[in-house]
């Protein structure tokens, strides 16, 4: 069974940091770019950051543009998101995708959440003091 589980959500004070897992069960991600999106509560789902297969290109909404970092290990088949200067508008449920991407091009977008074959369940990041 093809799953991505992410971890490492949890509460965090403003201007903490966290660090996302996602992490591949079933197959590799070599071949795949990964997004990460968010869903506030009341708001619709939005996409983060993505990095491409090779982990050469990777982009950021403006959001979080200077604050978060995405990055991968295939050897591990996972990807990581880190968060520094943590804001309470950061407050959401996190989500890793997985995009099929066998010849990566760069992109400036994280693209729609269609363009997304595989969903992890999400996991919760609340910033509050």
């Known amino acids: 069974q093809l799953q991505l589980v992410e971890s490492g959500g949890g509460l965090v004070q403003p201007g903490g940091s966290l660090r996302l897992s996602c992490a591949a069960s079933?197959?590799?991600?070599?071949?795949?770019?990964i997004g990460w999106f968010r869903q506030a509560p009341g708001k619709e789902r939005e996409g983060v950051s993505r990095?491409?297969?090779?982990?050469?290109?990777?982009t950021y909404a403006d959001s979080v543009k200077g604050r978060f970092t995405i990055s991968r290990d295939n050897a591990k088949s996972t990807v990581y998101l880190q968060m520094n200067s943590l804001e309470p508008e950061d407050t959401a449920v996190y989500y890793c995708?997985?995009?099929?991407?066998?010849?990566?091009?760069?992109?400036?977008?994280?693209?729609?959440?269609?363009?997304?074959?595989?969903w992890g369940q999400g996991t919760q990041v609340t910033v509050s003091s």
């Open positions: 990095i491409s297969s090779n982990g050469i290109g990777t």
């Open positions: 079933g197959f590799t991600l070599d071949y795949y770019a």
């Open positions: 995708a997985a995009d099929w991407d066998p010849y990566p091009i760069p992109s400036t977008v994280v693209y729609g959440e269609g363009r997304y074959g595989y």
